[in-house]
C-alpha cells in the first residue's frame, strides 16, 4: 500500500510561481516512476509531467513545457513540481500518482495510486 500526499498549492497571481511536493509513504519509492496530472471543473484528468524512478527522465506535456519542471529527491520520498509563469488556464485540483507501468506514462489508467490533490487557482 503506497500513500502519496500533495501539498503547496493555493491562489496566485498569472505570471507568479508554486512548488507543489508529492510525498509518499513506505520503502519503494524508488522503484516506481510517478506523474503529476490536473483536472479543471467540466474537463478530463490530463497528464501534465512524469519523472523515472531514479529521476533521469522527465516529460512534460506542451501546454507545460519550458514553465513546469518535475524533479524528485529519493532520500526524502518526495516529488516536486516546480511551476513557473502560471496561466489562468493553469487553474485545475493537481494530483500526483505512481506509475504501475515501469515508465512515466501520459496515461492515467497506467498509475496505481492517487493522492487526494491540491488546488491551484491562477488570478488573471
Known amino acids: 500500500q503506497v500513500q502519496l500526499v500533495e501539498s503547496g498549492g493555493g491562489l496566485v497571481q498569472a505570471g507568479g510561481s508554486l512548488r507543489l511536493s508529492c510525498a509518499a509513504s513506505?520503502?519503494?519509492?524508488?522503484?516506481?516512476?510517478v506523474g503529476w496530472f490536473r483536472q479543471a471543473p467540466g474537463k478530463e484528468r490530463e497528464f501534465v509531467a512524469g519523472i523515472s524512478r531514479n529521476g533521469g527522465r522527465t516529460y512534460s506535456s506542451d501546454s507545460v513545457k519550458g514553465r513546469f519542471t518535475i524533479s524528485r529527491d529519493n532520500a526524502k520520498n518526495t516529488v516536486y513540481l516546480q511551476m513557473n509563469s502560471l496561466k489562468s488556464e493553469d487553474t485545475a485540483v493537481y494530483y500526483c500518482a505512481k506509475g504501475s507501468a515501469g515508465w512515466a506514462s501520459s496515461r492515467p489508467d497506467e498509475y496505481d495510486y492517487w493522492g487526494q490533490g491540491t488546488q491551484v487557482t491562477v488570478s488573471s
Open positions: 513506505g520503502r519503494t519509492f524508488s522503484t516506481y516512476a
